[in-house]
Nanobody, 124 residues
C-alpha cells in the first residue's frame, strides 16, 4: 500500500523560506512522477512542481525561480524548497505520485496517490 507523508509546513513572513518533505513507502514503480500540489481556501487544487524518476522537472509559472523540487531516492523522500515566499503561496500543500502520467504533468488527474497535506501560511 502506497503511503505519502508530508512534513515541514509552518508559518513564515513574506520573503521567508520553508522546505517541505514527503516520505514515500510502498511505492515500487521504476518509472514515476512525484509532485507537490496546493489548495488554498475556496480554490481548486493546483500543481506546483513535479519531478520524474529520470529527474525531469516541471514548475507552475507562479513559483518558477522561487521553488525547487528534488528527491533523495535512498531516503524515498521528495522535497520542495521554497524561498521568497509570498502571501499568495498560503495553502495546504500535498505530495502526490503517479505511475501513469506520460510526462511531468501538473494536472492533478494523473496522480493516484496523495498525502494528507501540510499547511503553509505566509503573512505579509
Amino acid at each position: 500500500q502506497v503511503q505519502l507523508v508530508e512534513s515541514g509546513g509552518g508559518s513564515v513572513q513574506a520573503g521567508g523560506s520553508l522546505r517541505l518533505s514527503c516520505v514515500a513507502s510502498g511505492y515500487t514503480y521504476s518509472r514515476y512522477y512525484m509532485g507537490w500540489f496546493r489548495q488554498a481556501p475556496g480554490k481548486e487544487r493546483e500543481g506546483v512542481a513535479v519531478i520524474g524518476s529520470d529527474g525531469d522537472t516541471n514548475y507552475a509559472d507562479s513559483v518558477k525561480g522561487r521553488f525547487t523540487i528534488s528527491q533523495d531516492n535512498a531516503k524515498n523522500t521528495l522535497y520542495l524548497q521554497m524561498v521568497n515566499l509570498k502571501p499568495e503561496d498560503t495553502a495546504l500543500y500535498y505530495c502526490a505520485a503517479s505511475a501513469r502520467a506520460p510526462s511531468p504533468s501538473l494536472g492533478r488527474g494523473w496522480y493516484d496517490y496523495w498525502g494528507q497535506g501540510t499547511q503553509v501560511t505566509v503573512s505579509s
